[in-house]
């Protein structure tokens, strides 16, 4: 909890203080640099942060580094695990991706817009199940498509961004078998999730 309140006052200050436009709109200054944050893996002990930059003219597409940790909600533990249970303890150890945006300009006159994304990279799991307390950690590649929108709610620096993701998860390996695939005795992650997201970001 500390972390997250750390990380929303450096965007608050970023946002609020040196964010603060001091030419007329039609001098406006160009912020082609982007942070994230997901207030939910810092509530779950863990982190999150998306840096990005925009690489065309409008910056409407954005290239940039994804990461975050968390432990995950037991709600979603069949969402994600075939054989999991809700009383099994389930966390994102690390997560990693390089990550691809292009906010569609719908509403010509406004920053506020929906946009479309991508995450390819690298995560692992730990996985502690309940009932016989066995720790078994996966490793996994993936790839998710991304379905959002930008609402700015400070000139046209501070935003909010709910999304919809769905996570293609491969390459999956554990602890009991280097080698191949997870067999049917060990937690097996599902091929593909559906997630909302929920993020806080600034414009830099």
Not at 44 to 71: C, P, Q
Not at 127 to 149: C, D, I, R
Not at 162 to 169: L, N, W
Not at 176 to 183: C, L, R, S, V
Request: with cysteine.
């Amino acid at each position: 909890m500390k972390r997250l309140l750390f990380t929303l006052i450096c965007i608050t200050f970023y946002a609020f203080g040196f964010g603060q436009d001091e030419n007329p709109p039609s001098e406006k200054k160009d912020h082609p640099f982007r942070l994230e944050i997901e207030p939910s893996s810092y509530i779950a002990k863990g982190w999150s942060l998306l840096g990005s930059y925009g690489i065309d003219k409008e910056r409407n597409l954005s290239v940039g580094l994804y990461t975050i940790a968390s432990t995950l909600p037991s709600g979603i533990n069949r969402t994600m695990f075939w054989n999991a249970e809700e009383e099994d303890v389930i966390r994102l150890s690390f997560e990693a991706a390089a990550t691809l945006r292009y906010k569609i300009p719908y509403f010509l006159n406004t920053e506020s817009n929906p946009y479309i994304g991508l995450f390819f990279g690298w995560e692992t799991f730990q996985y502690t199940q309940a009932s016989t307390e066995n720790v078994t950690n996966l490793s996994n590649f993936f790839l998710t498509p991304q379905l959002g929108y930008e609402i700015y709610v400070f000139r046209e620096r501070l935003y909010l961004n709910p999304s919809i993701r769905i996570v293609y998860e491969f390459g999956r390996e554990s602890d009991f078998d280097n080698m191949g695939d997870i067999t049917n005795t060990g937690p097996i992650i599902r091929s593909f999730v559906w997630l909302p997201s929920f993020s806080i970001g600034v414009r830099l």
